[in-house]
Every structure is written in structure tokens, then in C-alpha cells.
């Protein structure tokens, strides 16, 4: 494996960080994804900072990973929790300590924001992943997550 790069996404990541989510999706919760919407979901965030940014994985030029990072405002702690979210590294490149630079990259760039702490939401089965975040200092919480999705959001 040659030197990876870790830097916040650009424009001409999209594409790669859409074929991510789609890849995601689909060996994680068996789901298949709308691939115009996933795009333009990748371009809306990348196209408006107040959403998020996403990180990227480069080796050799190549995009083999990505993450993406959303954020909730904690009034209990006066701080941001930053969400990381859409996790994906190709599978030729997995078990090789990529995410574990990108989540170190995020708390590197979160010491010069207001950020009080990291979250993540992980599938019940994927056990591999629950593993590693446990490895990386995260702890399961207590909540469950409830969600409706109107209408229009589904795929």
C-alpha cells in the first residue's frame, strides 16, 4: 500500500463518494439506492459547508475511502457533537488502519471548533465495525434511534 493522503473532499470527489454510498448501502443493509438522489446528495452537501464536509482516502491519486461529518448542536454541554456518518472504504483496502486516520483526522480538526464530542450510528449486525469504533475510544450509548421519513425522503 503506498502513502494515503487524508483531506476534505472536493468537487471532483463526488462521483467516487457516490459510488461509496450506493456500495455501502447495499452490503450493509441490502438496500439499493436511487443513484441521481445519492448524487445529488453528495453534491448538495459538498456545495453547502453549513450541511457537513466529507473526508477522503487517497493512495496514489486513487479515492479509496470516505467519511462524511454532520453536525448536532448540544445545548446539556454548550458544544457541537460531530456525526461521523457514510463510512466506506473499498474492500481491497479495509483492515489496512485507513479509517483509523480518517477518525484521526477528524478530532485533529476538531480541536479548533467548538466540538464536545464524536458520534456515529453503526448497523446491530456489523459487528467488525462495532469492534473497531470500540477500539478507537467510542463506547455504545444507552439511546435508540427513532426516525420518520416523510414521504418525498425515501428511495
Not at 475511502?65 to 445545548?75: G, K, P, V
Not at 460531530?82 to 480518517?102: D, K, L, N
Not at 484521526?104 to 465495525?129: I, P, Q, S
Request: charged share 25%; with cysteine.
Amino acid at each position: 500500500m503506498g502513502a494515503v493522503t487524508i483531506r476534505r473532499a472536493e468537487q471532483r470527489d463526488a462521483g467516487a463518494i457516490a459510488r461509496f454510498n450506493i456500495a455501502m448501502a447495499l452490503e450493509t443493509e441490502d438496500k439499493v439506492l436511487n443513484s441521481e438522489v445519492v448524487a445529488a446528495g453528495v453534491n448538495a452537501l459538498l456545495n453547502t459547508p453549513a450541511l457537513g464536509f466529507y473526508l477522503v482516502a487517497e493512495i496514489e491519486s486513487q479515492v479509496v475511502a470516505s467519511l462524511m461529518i454532520t453536525t448536532e448542536w448540544s445545548d446539556w454541554r454548550n458544544g457541537i457533537f460531530w456525526w461521523v456518518q457514510s463510512v466506506y472504504v473499498e474492500p481491497a483496502f479495509r483492515r489496512q488502519g485507513i479509517y483509523r486516520r480518517m477518525y484521526e483526522a477528524v478530532k485533529e480538526l476538531a480541536k479548533t471548533e467548538n466540538v464536545c464530542g464524536f458520534r456515529l450510528y453503526v448497523e446491530r449486525d456489523n459487528h467488525r465495525a462495532q469492534a473497531t469504533y470500540g477500539t478507537l475510544g467510542m463506547e455504545e450509548t444507552a439511546y435508540r434511534l427513532f426516525e420518520e421519513l416523510r414521504p418525498s425522503s425515501t428511495t
